[in-house]
């Protein structure tokens, strides 16, 4: 049997502080066996320290959803502006400690 999809709606609020948002060109993502972490730092030329601006930790499961919607929101937004060309030559801007945070 087909399951029907129901959309839930959400009431969500955001604050003014969060709504501005927080920019970031390098990620850091790590996991343990229960959650994984992902660390937006912002990296600046020339300074060999990168800021973490914001940490955020979710479960095995929904980080596997986060990945997915990135997937489909990625696959959408090439659809509508054109493929998203990657820079090999630049530092990358995801590092994987793939390992315990």
Not at 45 to 62: D, F, H, L
């Amino acid at each position: 049997m087909a399951e029907d999809k129901k959309e839930q709606k959400m009431d969500l609020s955001i604050s003014e502080e969060v709504a501005k948002g927080v920019y970031s060109n390098l990620a850091i993502l790590s996991h343990s066996e229960n959650e994984f972490f992902v660390d937006f730092a912002a990296l600046s030329p020339g300074i060999p320290k990168a800021v973490v601006r914001s940490r955020v930790i979710m479960t095995p499961v929904n980080a596997k959803r986060l990945l997915r919607a990135l997937q489909d929101n990625v696959s959408k937004y090439e659809e509508q502006f054109g493929v998203i060309k990657d820079r090999p030559n630049q530092m990358p801007p995801f590092m994987s400690g793939g390992g315990l945070a």
